[in-house]
Nanobody
Framework: QVQLVESGGGLVQAGGSLRLSCAAS????????MAWFRQAPGKEREFVAAISWSGGRPYYADSVKGRFTISRDNAKNTVYLQMNSLKPEDTAVYYC????????????WGQGTQVTVSS
Protein backbone atom coordinates (compact mmCIF):
# COMPACT_ATOMS: atom_id res chain seq x y z
CA GLN A 1 0.00 0.00 0.00
CA VAL A 2 1.41 3.36 -1.05
CA GLN A 3 1.48 5.79 1.82
CA LEU A 4 2.85 9.23 2.67
CA VAL A 5 3.26 10.20 6.32
CA GLU A 6 4.10 13.78 7.30
CA SER A 7 5.68 14.78 10.60
CA GLY A 8 7.40 17.73 12.21
CA GLY A 9 4.53 20.14 12.52
CA GLY A 10 3.77 22.05 15.69
CA LEU A 11 3.43 25.42 17.34
CA VAL A 12 6.19 27.99 16.88
CA GLN A 13 6.56 31.71 17.43
CA ALA A 14 6.88 34.10 14.53
CA GLY A 15 10.45 34.18 13.29
CA GLY A 16 11.05 30.59 14.33
CA SER A 17 11.78 27.48 12.29
CA LEU A 18 10.35 24.04 11.71
CA ARG A 19 11.40 21.12 9.58
CA LEU A 20 8.71 18.94 8.07
CA SER A 21 9.38 15.41 6.89
CA CYS A 22 7.36 13.18 4.59
CA ALA A 23 8.17 9.49 4.59
CA ALA A 24 6.91 7.52 1.61
CA SER A 25 6.33 3.79 1.69
CA UNK A 26 4.86 1.06 -0.45
CA UNK A 27 7.20 1.51 -3.40
CA UNK A 28 10.18 3.59 -4.44
CA UNK A 29 9.49 7.21 -5.35
CA UNK A 30 12.90 8.05 -6.70
CA UNK A 31 11.57 8.73 -10.21
CA UNK A 32 8.67 10.91 -9.06
CA UNK A 33 8.35 14.61 -8.39
CA MET A 34 7.39 15.47 -4.83
CA ALA A 35 5.86 18.59 -3.38
CA TRP A 36 4.40 20.35 -0.38
CA PHE A 37 1.04 22.08 -0.32
CA ARG A 38 -0.81 23.80 2.49
CA GLN A 39 -4.34 24.70 3.43
CA ALA A 40 -5.25 27.40 5.90
CA PRO A 41 -8.67 27.51 7.60
CA GLY A 42 -11.30 28.81 5.21
CA LYS A 43 -8.90 28.89 2.27
CA GLU A 44 -8.19 26.67 -0.68
CA ARG A 45 -5.19 24.40 -0.75
CA GLU A 46 -2.17 26.13 -2.24
CA PHE A 47 1.15 25.07 -3.65
CA VAL A 48 4.23 25.66 -1.47
CA ALA A 49 7.24 23.95 -3.04
CA ALA A 50 8.20 21.10 -5.36
CA ILE A 51 11.29 19.16 -6.29
CA SER A 52 12.11 16.92 -9.23
CA TRP A 53 13.04 13.28 -8.90
CA SER A 54 16.77 14.09 -9.06
CA GLY A 55 16.58 16.77 -6.39
CA GLY A 56 17.36 19.48 -8.86
CA ARG A 57 15.15 22.34 -10.02
CA PRO A 58 13.27 23.03 -6.79
CA TYR A 59 10.70 25.76 -7.13
CA TYR A 60 8.65 27.71 -4.66
CA ALA A 61 5.58 29.81 -4.25
CA ASP A 62 6.47 33.48 -4.11
CA SER A 63 5.12 33.69 -0.57
CA VAL A 64 7.78 31.30 0.77
CA LYS A 65 10.70 31.95 -1.55
CA GLY A 66 13.88 32.68 0.39
CA ARG A 67 12.43 31.31 3.63
CA PHE A 68 11.57 27.67 2.84
CA THR A 69 13.80 24.98 1.38
CA ILE A 70 12.61 21.69 -0.09
CA SER A 71 14.94 18.71 -0.31
CA ARG A 72 14.74 14.96 -0.70
CA ASP A 73 16.64 11.84 0.21
CA ASN A 74 15.79 9.13 -2.31
CA ALA A 75 17.61 6.48 -0.32
CA LYS A 76 15.17 7.14 2.51
CA ASN A 77 12.14 7.78 0.30
CA THR A 78 11.71 11.05 2.21
CA VAL A 79 11.13 14.68 1.30
CA TYR A 80 11.73 17.58 3.67
CA LEU A 81 10.58 21.15 4.03
CA GLN A 82 12.81 23.43 6.08
CA MET A 83 10.80 26.47 7.09
CA ASN A 84 12.62 29.51 8.47
CA SER A 85 11.48 33.00 9.42
CA LEU A 86 7.96 31.70 9.90
CA LYS A 87 5.07 34.15 9.84
CA PRO A 88 1.55 33.85 11.27
CA GLU A 89 0.24 33.64 7.69
CA ASP A 90 2.18 30.38 7.29
CA THR A 91 -0.28 28.74 9.69
CA ALA A 92 -1.92 25.85 7.85
CA VAL A 93 -2.12 22.11 7.47
CA TYR A 94 0.84 21.08 5.34
CA TYR A 95 0.47 18.18 2.93
CA CYS A 96 3.07 16.13 1.12
CA UNK A 97 2.26 14.95 -2.39
CA UNK A 98 3.74 12.81 -5.14
CA UNK A 99 3.34 13.20 -8.90
CA UNK A 100 3.90 9.78 -10.34
CA UNK A 101 6.15 9.71 -13.41
CA UNK A 102 3.96 10.08 -16.50
CA UNK A 103 1.04 11.68 -14.66
CA UNK A 104 0.37 15.40 -14.97
CA UNK A 105 -1.06 16.08 -11.51
CA UNK A 106 -0.15 15.16 -7.95
CA UNK A 107 -1.91 11.88 -7.37
CA UNK A 108 -0.73 10.60 -3.99
CA TRP A 109 -1.30 12.64 -0.81
CA GLY A 110 -0.42 12.43 2.84
CA GLN A 111 -2.79 13.11 5.72
CA GLY A 112 -1.22 16.44 6.61
CA THR A 113 0.55 17.97 9.59
CA GLN A 114 -0.53 21.13 11.41
CA VAL A 115 1.79 24.12 11.55
CA THR A 116 0.74 27.01 13.79
CA VAL A 117 2.75 30.21 13.96
CA SER A 118 1.92 32.58 16.80
CA SER A 119 2.50 36.30 16.63
Amino acid sequence: QVQLVESGGGLVQAGGSLRLSCAASGRTFRRDAMAWFRQAPGKEREFVAAISWSGGRPYYADSVKGRFTISRDNAKNTVYLQMNSLKPEDTAVYYCAVRTLGITSYNIWGQGTQVTVSS
